[in-house]
């Protein structure tokens, strides 16, 4: 059987939160580094011949007070290029270290006012990087 979840000492995960990825059975790790705490979802899947990849990690940076404060932005490693340009897709040039690894930032934010405190989470979080993902140009 494969490991689908590994516990940090820092979990910034709400329960809710960690029911959802294993009810949709992701592979996922919490894991912190210099302060700030992360979920790393391994193997996204990304759209079909889109990228350079077929899949990729997603890391996603929990704020301190997650999740009433909303997550700001997404990284993947390996980086992604769009496909055949073989070119970034905007707002993803800038690089982030976690863990010792390079990880490639997607700069895009949730506005402030679309947050649902106590609604949303990394189910609709999710969501916005999937539209991301099928919309990036």
Not at 69 to 94: E, G, H, I
């Amino acid at each position: 059987t494969t490991e689908i979840y590994t516990l940090s000492l820092h979990d910034a995960l709400p329960i809710f939160d960690r029911e959802y990825l294993l009810e949709k059975e992701y592979v996922f790790e919490e894991k912190t580094d210099a302060n700030r705490n992360g979920l790393i979802i391994r193997n996204w899947i990304l759209p079909v011949g889109k990228y350079n990849f077929e899949k990729s990690n997603l890391l996603i940076i929990l704020p301190n007070g997650y999740p009433e404060v909303r997550p700001d932005m997404w990284y993947f490693n390996p980086a992604l290029l769009l496909v055949p340009s073989n070119s970034l897709a905007k707002q993803t040039q800038a690089n982030i270290n976690f863990e010792g690894k390079i990880w490639q930032r997607w700069s895009r934010h949730y506005p402030a006012n679309e947050w649902r405190c106590g609604i949303d989470g990394i189910h609709t979080y999710l969501k916005k990087v999937q539209t991301a993902l099928e919309n990036a140009t």
